[in-house]
């Protein structure tokens, strides 16, 4: 089955600065990559996803890459503000069975 | 839309004692899933349900049980709570014929004593 590996587990940045998140996966059948950031006391919450045939997608300060030969993805957060501060999880999951596989997840926490 | 629900928010229950997590989407979704949630272990997968009738293992099925109700609810029961069973658990459902987005439901914050 599916393995996907986060990192790192914890990721404190002051406020303005830039954050990344990598995560890699072990099948090379997946083809769609989803992120989620939880908010402390609720559910998490899709917040940029790339499928296997786009390499880059950004979405204001938010953007992930795709190394699909390397079996990495990777997020990218610019301008960090304290509203950031959440648990991120990256996903893998394949077209034939639509079921992710998460990350174990990253704090990260913006300092003002 | 309320999107995903889920009951109770809380829960404290001792060694041996039942209950059952509730979760209800109005999105029409297909597929609905439960997972757990532990500090440093990221969502495990419990159940799932790809679609009315029908109902998988995931990674961490043992000592839990579910029940596809309708094409709306899917619950969660646990027969015999035990400690290790204390955690956060989440409901999600989603669209089987893509985009895969998935959407989570408040969750059940859980203590077995």
């Known amino acids: 089955g599916e393995n996907v590996e986060q990192h790192p587990s914890t990721l404190s940045v002051q406020e303005g600065d830039s954050a990344v998140i990598k995560c890699t996966y072990s099948?090379?059948?997946?083809?769609?990559f989803p992120w989620y950031k939880q908010e402390l006391g609720k559910g998490p919450q899709l917040i940029i996803d790339i499928r296997s045939n786009v390499g880059e997608k950004k979405d204001q300060r938010i953007a992930v890459t795709l190394n699909k030969t390397a079996k990495h993805f990777s997020l990218h957060i610019t301008e960090t503000q304290p509203e950031d501060s959440a648990v991120y999880f990256c996903a893998a999951s394949s077209g034939g069975s639509y079921i992710p596989t998460f990350g174990r997840g990253t704090s990260l926490i913006v300092h003002p | 839309n309320a999107g995903v629900t889920q009951t109770p928010k809380f829960q404290v229950l001792k060694t041996g004692q039942s209950m059952t997590l509730q979760c209800a989407q109005d999105?029409?979704?297909?597929?609905m899933y439960w997972y757990r949630q532990d500090p440093g272990m990221g969502l495990r997968l419990i159940y799932y349900s790809a679609s009315e009738g029908t109902t998988d293992k995931g990674e961490v099925p043992n000592g839990y049980n579910v029940s596809r109700l309708n094409k709306r609810e899917f619950s969660l029961r646990l027969e015999s709570a035990a400690p290790s069973q204390t955690s956060v658990y989440f409901c999600a459902s989603q669209e089987n014929h893509g985009p895969y987005e998935q959407y989570f439901g408040p969750g059940t914050r859980l203590t077995v004593t």
């Open positions: 999105m029409n979704h297909n597929s």
């Open positions: 099948d090379s059948a997946s083809n769609y």
